[in-house]
């Protein structure tokens, strides 16, 4: 014999719907009911890098704070960790998404014609590195000071930018051009850099220089390799 339902309980196919997959139930004091969505790994761990993103306009990547954001993200610090195994994981994945953000902001849009590519590219990069400056400078010393995840990334950003001012100028893409144009991109990049610290001549004036030395730098890389003619 099957025992009596209490009193407003569900019987089958009744009453309460089972909370749906990744969710459960909590009942807070007072009987008000609280649905709380649990995440998938990959969601959590989207969730974590967008806050630090969120945060690196006013805070460079090596001040992130680990209990700022569990905080932000409704967790405890210690499974912020079950995500991330250490910190310097948790930064190099910010630092990661940050470079492919940049990468997405830097590259010309679709149809731009050749002519407007290198200027429109140079002025999104100056944008970028005077909103994140911080943040871009310990990506940079990161990368030189050996750290393997940083470097990667760094230099896949680099070599990205650096295919984009070939073909806007334009070279050929061969080992001579591509050194000239890295040592170019090195150079705006200090330049930039320290321009956003001590803005020393207008911003159309630095951007007119930057494009000025690429363009000097043309006829050395389109030349005859060292040795020949």
């Given amino acids: 014999m099957q025992p009596h339902a209490a009193p407003g309980a569900a019987g089958p196919g009744r009453g309460v719907a089972a909370p749906a997959a990744g969710r459960r139930r909590?009942?807070?004091?007072?009987?008000?009911?609280?649905?709380?969505?649990?995440?998938?790994?990959?969601?959590?761990?989207?969730?974590?890098?967008?806050?630090?993103?969120?945060?690196?306009p006013t805070?460079?990547?090596?001040?992130?704070?680990?209990?700022?954001?569990?905080?932000?993200?409704?967790?405890?610090?210690?499974?912020?960790?079950?995500?991330?195994?250490t910190k310097?994981?948790?930064?190099?994945?910010?630092?990661?998404?940050?470079?492919?953000?940049?990468?997405?902001?830097?590259?010309?849009?679709?149809?731009t014609a050749p002519a407007g590519q290198?200027?429109?590219?140079?002025?999104?990069?100056?944008?970028?590195?005077?909103t994140y400056r911080d943040s871009y400078l310990a990506f940079v010393r990161g990368a030189h000071a050996g750290d393997p995840g940083v470097a990667e990334?760094?230099?896949?950003?680099?070599?990205?930018?650096?295919?984009?001012?070939?073909?806007?100028?334009?070279?050929?893409?061969?080992?001579?051009?591509?050194?000239l144009v890295r040592a170019w991109f090195a150079f705006t990049e200090d330049l930039v850099?320290?321009?956003?610290?001590?803005?020393?001549?207008p911003r159309a004036?630095?951007?007119e220089l930057l494009v000025e030395v690429l363009g000097g730098l043309r006829a050395r890389a389109a030349g005859p390799p060292a040795g020949r003619g």
């Fill in 26 to 56: 909590r009942w807070r004091p007072g009987g008000d009911r609280v649905t709380v969505v649990r995440r998938s790994a990959g969601d959590r761990r989207a969730q974590l890098v967008e806050i630090g993103l969120e945060l690196l």
């Fill in 59 to 85: 805070t460079p990547v090596q001040d992130l704070t680990i209990d700022e954001v569990a905080r932000r993200a409704g967790i405890s610090r210690s499974l912020l960790f079950h995500y991330f195994a």
């Fill in 88 to 111: 310097a994981e948790y930064y190099a994945a910010v630092m990661d998404a940050a470079a492919a953000l940049l990468r997405d902001h830097v590259v010309p849009r679709p149809g």
């Fill in 118 to 130: 290198l200027p429109g590219m140079l002025d999104r990069f100056v944008t970028w590195v005077e």
């Fill in 153 to 179: 990334v760094y230099e896949q950003t680099r070599e990205q930018l650096v295919a984009v001012a070939l073909a806007a100028v334009p070279l050929p893409d061969g080992p001579r051009q591509r050194q």
């Fill in 193 to 201: 850099l320290q321009w956003t610290r001590e803005p020393t001549l």
């Fill in 205 to 207: 004036e630095l951007l």
